[in-house]
């Protein structure tokens, strides 16, 4: 039985646990937003490598 997926879907959410007293700055939402972009990049690298080799199978 095959199975096509025609649309995914992957939602995630990184985030920080605030120090007590600390205020977040522009560099920490810049570091936070690099962050996401590479968990995103090495997730759909990680999809197109299961997808190229389930059709080789």
């Given at each position: 039985m095959t199975i096509e997926v025609?649309?995914?879907l992957?939602?995630?959410q990184v985030g920080v646990r605030p120090?007590?007293?600390a205020t977040p700055t522009a560099a920490d939402a810049?570091?936070?937003e690099r962050?996401?972009?590479q968990?995103?990049?090495e997730c759909k690298?990680?999809?197109?490598e299961q997808l190229r080799?389930?059709?080789e199978r």
């Open positions: 025609r649309q995914v992957i939602r995630s120090v007590a007293g810049r570091e936070l962050a996401k972009a968990v995103l990049a690298a990680w999809l197109r080799a389930s059709r």
